[in-house]
């Protein structure tokens, strides 16, 4: 079964950092993978989705990378902002193309 | 519509009770999944419909707990007997299938069992 994992569960930063969100996954047969942000008390919005034979996606500030080999993916902040603060999580496609396995998250504030 | 969209938000119900959750997915979109998220845990399959393909039900936790999905739209789940561990966030997403997976999530309905 897929495990993935995210480190650190939470993150405080400073406005204006750059920063690096970690995920984790046990099987790297998978198809794709994408990072999410979830804001208290809503849904799930897709940030970036990136394909098993990609390395990188980028999207404005965000930029996430994948290394199917070694069963890891960051997702790059840069120049941090107040309204990034929300809890990011990435889920990977197994390829048995039914469903995506999610990590727990990771919380992140940044303070003005 | 716009985007997916779920009802009731919130739901209050008695141990025993059965209840129904509707979810409206993005028009056009193929793929939807259910998903339920308890309180500090991570996202946990549920099922998963593809057009016209049997479902994916291999996520479904009892047999008290049921799904549907209409004309290839919108799709219900039921939980008869409700449980108070059946309490949590039940989230819905579709998205355009093997053509693009991105994934568009409703925001959710959010059930008490008391």
């Given at each position: ?112 | ?94 998205s355009l299938?093997?053509i693009n997976e991105k ?12």
């Amino acid at each position: 079964k897929q495990e993935v994992t995210q480190i650190p569960a939470a993150l405080s930063v400073p406005e204006g950092e750059n920063l690096v969100l970690n995920c984790s996954f046990t099987d790297s047969a998978i198809y794709n993978l994408q990072w999410f942000r979830q804001d208290p008390g809503k849904g799930l919005t897709s940030l970036l989705l990136i394909q098993s034979s990609q390395r990188e996606q980028t999207s404005g500030r965000l930029n996430a990378s994948l290394d199917k080999s070694s069963g890891r993916s960051t997702l790059y902040i840069a120049a941090s902002q107040p309204g990034d603060s929300a809890t990011y999580l990435c889920a990977v496609r197994g390829n048995n193309f039914n469903k995506f396995y999610f990590g727990s998250g990771t919380k992140l504030n940044v303070k003005p | 519509g716009a985007g997916v969209s779920q009802s009731p938000s919130n739901k209050v119900t008695e141990k025993g009770k059965d209840v129904e959750l509707r979810c409206d997915p993005i028009s056009g979109h193929t793929a939807l999944y259910w998903y339920r998220q308890s309180l500090g845990q991570g996202l946990e399959f549920l099922i998963y419909f593809q057009g016209n393909s049997a479902p994916d039900k291999s996520g479904l936790p009892s047999d008290r707990f049921s799904a549907e999905r209409t004309g290839g739209s919108v799709s219900t789940l039921t939980i008869q007997r409700t449980q108070q561990e059946d309490s949590a966030v039940y989230l819905c997403a579709s998205s355009l299938g093997i053509i693009n997976e991105k994934l568009f999530f409703g925001s959710g309905t959010q059930l008490s069992v008391l």
